[in-house]
């Protein structure tokens, strides 16, 4: 079955930068569309950003200008570089690969930001 492994998350204070990778296995990863989303407690699931197999990226609104996602096929690999990151920016931060009616997510990595 598809696995996708997040990592990467942690504690970091305002201002900081974190890069979280997820790493893709038993999938055509190429042909897939690949997204980072989030969930912060009492909130609902929340797309940050998505990279299309043709390599189209867009981001929130709110992760604009300061996350950057990015994807090297070879490895089966997806990343999201954050900077400027902010205490609301602290949540459950989850890969999810999709393409057509097929979806799959990762566990999940924690993000705290935090003085």
């Known amino acids: 079955q598809v696995q996708l492994v997040e990592s990467g998350g942690g504690l970091v204070q305002p201002g900081g930068s974190l890069r979280l990778s997820c790493a893709a296995s038993?999938?055509?990863?190429?042909?897939?569309?690949m997204g980072w989303y989030r969930q912060a407690p009492g909130k609902q699931r929340e797309l940050v950003a998505v990279?299309?197999?043709?390599?189209?990226?867009n981001n929130s609104d709110s992760v604009k200008d300061r996350f950057t996602i990015s994807r090297d096929n070879a490895k089966n690999m997806v990343y999201l570089q954050m900077n400027s990151l902010k205490p609301e920016d602290t949540a459950v931060y989850y890969c999810?690969?999709?393409?057509?009616?097929?979806?799959?997510w990762g566990q999940g990595t924690q993000v705290t930001v935090s003085s």
């Open positions: 990279i299309t197999s043709g390599l189209n990226t």
């Open positions: 038993r999938i055509l990863f190429s042909i897939y569309a």
């Open positions: 999810n690969a999709a393409r057509a009616k097929r979806e799959h």
